[in-house]
């Protein structure tokens, strides 16, 4: 004798199965529909609209020539940007290429993925290293999972993104195509600084996530 909870599985049994008989397949989209950019651009050229993409979002852009430049760089702007200690968090690839210890100074303490959340929240810039950038949008995607601390591009007011250059890319369908995926917990696509409009359509900076993203273009071989 059958059950009511039986007679209610086989009616979503028999659905499910009614629609996937009759699921459309996916069309093909043709590859020049995808993309808004030549897939062929130049370095120069990625960086160029890349740079244009970013400013148009009102965020800032600095490009460097290598890693010990973006150091440098990083350094006195946290140096510069408060009065106060500065807590940087960063993941464990931005730690490496930059070559940074515990502590870095005294002004700068460093937290990496294997500090608590709550030690997070107390940051006021994140640094992380993008896992590609988009020249067509000004996009960056930021993955977190093994080494990579998630709240570093979150919790902060200031996010700071290295970029090499060498993942820098014309467009979206070239990031789907090449983008590494199964080893990260969660993949995070970024365009322009966190930002919301109320109903007077005022706009507000800061309301999810950091009120400021800065993009570090480090200029040197494959990472």
Same mark, same amino acid.
């Given at each position: 004798m059958s059950t009511s909870r039986d007679r209610i599985l086989g009616r979503i049994r028999d659905a499910l199965a009614s629609q996937k008989e009759h699921h459309a397949e996916v069309p093909e989209v043709n590859d020049a529909v995808l993309r808004q950019l030549p897939k062929d651009l130049s370095p120069a050229e990625r960086r160029a609209e890349f740079e244009g993409r970013i400013q148009e979002l009102g965020d800032s852009y600095v490009c460097v020539d290598g890693w010990s430049a973006a150091r440098d760089w990083l350094l006195d702007f946290l140096r510069k940007s408060s009065a106060t200690p500065v807590l940087a968090c960063a993941d464990n690839k931005a730690? &490496?290429?930059?070559e940074w210890k515990t502590p870095i100074e005294d002004a700068i303490t460093l937290l990496t993925a294997a500090d608590t959340a709550e030690r997070s929240f107390a940051c006021t810039h994140g640094i992380t290293m993008a896992e590609a950038g *988009? @020249? &067509?949008t000004g996009t960056i995607v930021v993955a977190?999972? @093994?080494g990579k601390l998630r709240l570093a591009s979150l919790a902060p007011e200031v996010?700071? *993104?290295?970029?090499p250059e060498s993942r820098l890319v014309s467009d979206i369908a070239d990031v789907i195509a090449n983008h590494p995926g199964p080893e990260h917990a969660v993949?995070?696509?970024i365009t322009g600084s966190s930002r919301? @409009? #109320?109903? #007077?359509g005022i706009l507000i900076h800061g309301a999810h996530g950091p009120r400021e993203l800065i993009v570090i273009l480090v200029r040197e071989e494959a990472v």
């Open positions: 730690i &490496e290429m930059l *988009v @020249a &067509e977190s999972g @093994a996010h700071i *993104v290295l970029l993949t995070t696509w919301t @409009a #109320d109903i #007077d």
